[in-house]
């Protein structure tokens, strides 16, 4: 049970006792009230904690008409049933078009009462899963989900309202790691079909003979191991959602297919005669460019004509970077409440690293390196030193300027020499490596990738320096 309470309003001892010691066998949170004035009371100033009122008809001071009366203008979602005794079903009746879910009849049969509470209950229970679940989907699939506002997902966003509305098929195309089923599910969530399902389907996963079943269903016989009828995806999914992730993998033969239910909203199952009528709305993704596909031979331009009536776009991260500190900051917060480190946070300098990486799987790889930063983190910031080895190598490939570098580790260190008009190039040198080399804790392989210097370059300066004796447990290797 999930501790709401069933309230029981009754002015007889033992029909009262008898209902509180049934449902309590069961479970039930019961409180239970001889004076229905009192019951009315609790229930004005506890309505949110109530799923259930059992009143009975006849009862002084207040009686059980006038209580349900009260009952549905303090709130529309408490259930009632009435309880009545024999000859007084006008009476339950008119209860019932005043609010009351259900009635009983005096003398009353605990297993009856039992089994009406169970359903109500039950039904309300999955209401509020369903409301929670929808809530929870809302929110992921809102577009405050979808971390951005450069002016490329902007644009996108802009596109997004006006084709949701619609019922028109829609081509999203993006590289690997960009998001195209969130933004699929996104254009869902936001459409009149919202409430019917959305159900993504990668056809690069399943083999070209499998993937027809699964689109169109078969038939009992239709092939081997066809034991029975099969509902494929399109029935599944009429007046909800269909998304063909990687439709570019798609065989010739599905492609027509695919195009005649597109064209005609209409297709037979394998190995059937009939046909069905369907109003699933077609969404398609890929990372592949289809009019390479069609050039080759490999994909149908027709079917692409039909595809690409709304066409959107996915820009990579690396041309979106402004929005990189944003998707930093949402993945760590997302991570340190999943793994418990609430608090966490990252160096202003690990975020200007970051930014400047290619993040060649875009916001998928940015996830992922998050959440694996979040469990190792050891202190309250991640700093330079915790970031991956290969990112801050590629990093420093890219061509990392020194000015970068000499703002990254003296941003608050007035009195450097760096900053001195005249100081010998040999001991600026010196104190740019000794204060990277503070900046990464250490580690003398991070140190010497930010530097653009090999590791043997970097150990001979520090054993020129007189530093070759460095705490080996923090100058990694």
Known sequence: MDGRLIVIVEDEDSARLGMERALKKKGHAVLSFAESPKALEYIKTNSGGIDLVITDLRMPELDGIRLIQEITKLADDISIILVTAFGSIESAVEAMKLGAEDYLSKPLDMFELRKRVEKIVGNKRLKRE????????????????????SPGMEKLFEKILMVAPTNSTVLITGESGTGKELIANAIHQNSPRKNAMFLP??????PGEILESELFGHEKGSFTGAIGRKIGKFEMTTNGTLLLDEIGEMSMDLQAKLLRIIEQKEFMRV???????????????????????????????????????????????????????????????????EHGKDGLEISSDSIRLLCRYNWPGNVRELKNVMESLVIFAQNSTISLSELPEEIIGKVGSYGVRSGEIVESVLRNTEDSLLLKIGTPMADVERELILKTLEQCDGNRTVAARILGIGLRTLQRKLKEYGEAEIDENTAGH
Do not use: M, W
Not at 137 to 142: E, I, N, P, V
Not at 201 to 206: S, V, Y
Not at 285 to 308: Q, Y
């Open 271 to 337: 190995g059937g005669s009939d046909i069905i009528k369907v109003k699933t709305r077609i969404l398609g993704s890929t990372n592949r460019n289809l009019d390479d596909l069609v050039r080759e031979g490999r994909f149908r331009e027709d079917l692409l004509f039909r595809l690409k009536v709304i066409h959107l776009t996915i820009p990579p991260l690396r041309e979106r970077r402004e929005d990189i500190p944003l998707l930093i900051n949402h993945f760590l917060k997302l991570f340190s409440e």
């Open 201 to 206: 389907i990668n056809c690069a996963a399943i």
């Open 130 to 149: 369903v409301s929670q679940l929808k809530q929870r989907l809302d929110k992921k699939y809102s577009f405050s989900s979808i971390i951005g506002n």
